[in-house]
């Protein structure tokens, strides 16, 4: 760039096209299989932060949506 802020090209590159990004894959949903119940049991504690808990809200929530895979199932 020079000091007037104008961008300075070799010559020749007058026209660049810019760099094609591809587009991020979008964040899939969890299916909710309204016809099936969940089983009727405490949900996890919700996580604070605290790194030392953090392990025992992961087993929390495995435990949780192991029960109510059929509820929970994210497979399309």
Do not use: C, W
């Amino acid at each position: 760039m020079s000091q007037s802020g104008t961008l300075l090209l070799a010559p020749g590159m007058e026209h660049v096209e810019p760099e094609q990004v591809p587009p991020a894959n979008p964040v899939q949903p969890i299916t909710v299989n309204a016809t099936q119940k969940e089983v009727k049991m405490n949900t996890p504690t919700p996580f604070t932060g605290d790194r030392k808990k953090l392990e025992e809200f992961l087993i929390e929530t495995d435990m949780y949506l192991t029960m109510n895979e059929d509820t929970y199932n994210n497979k399309n």
